[in-house]
């Protein structure tokens, strides 16, 4: 995969169950929010996650 955020953040909508906000993942995760919404953009270009609705992000199975 790519970078460690991007992983982390992978992890963290996987194990959620539901599609959550990137300030909630930043929470969760325990990272900064602009590391955070950088692996989404990431996450999403490669089609890992998908946004089930505005501002809302879910991994892509």
């Known amino acids: 995969m790519g970078t460690m955020s991007e ?6 909508l996987k194990e959620s169950g539901k599609p959550l906000k ?5 929470e969760i995760a ?3 929010k602009k590391e955070v919404d950088k692996a989404i953009k990431n ?4 089609g890992k ?3 089930p609705k505005r501002c809302y992000y879910a991994p892509a199975e």
């Open 7 to 12: 992983e982390i953040v992978f992890k963290v």
């Open 43 to 46: 996450l999403k270009k490669g």
């Open 49 to 51: 996650i998908i946004s």
């Open 30 to 32: 325990g990272i900064d």
């Open 22 to 26: 990137s300030a909630e993942i930043a």
